[in-house]
């Protein structure tokens, strides 16, 4: 890969890093801050911040790291670090075989 390339990569990847740990924040620590406004709203008849504390942040996480297989995928096949057109027969065989 051409250092102007893995530039581009590196920055796509780390700007991706900070989304992540920037919506981690949020559901983590910010819906703390605010429970007291936040208290309003209901999820499923339980209060927002003690759903978010109890196992909002722990499904958002979860599903973050989903997002994130699936970009990061989508990424790497965009700067040629997957193979578009991968040999099917190979992929289900033993490596000894």
């Not at 051409?2 to 890093?17: C, V």
């Not at 900070?18 to 309003?40: K, N, P, Q, R, T």
């Not at 790497?76 to 033993?94: E, M, S, V, W």
Request: charged share 15%; glycine share 6%; aromatic share 14%.
């Amino acid at each position: 890969m051409d250092p102007e390339k893995a530039q581009a990569y590196f920055r796509l990847r780390t700007t991706l890093i900070f989304i992540y740990l920037g919506i981690g924040v949020l559901v983590s620590y910010m819906v703390v801050l605010f429970a007291e406004s936040l208290s309003s709203f209901s999820v499923m008849g339980i209060p927002l911040p003690y759903y978010m504390g109890s196992q909002g942040a722990v499904i958002t996480f979860i599903v973050l790291l989903f997002f994130n297989a699936a970009i990061s995928d989508v990424i790497d096949r965009r700067f040629g670090l997957i193979p578009k057109d991968k040999n099917t027969d190979t992929d289900n065989k033993a490596v000894n075989q």
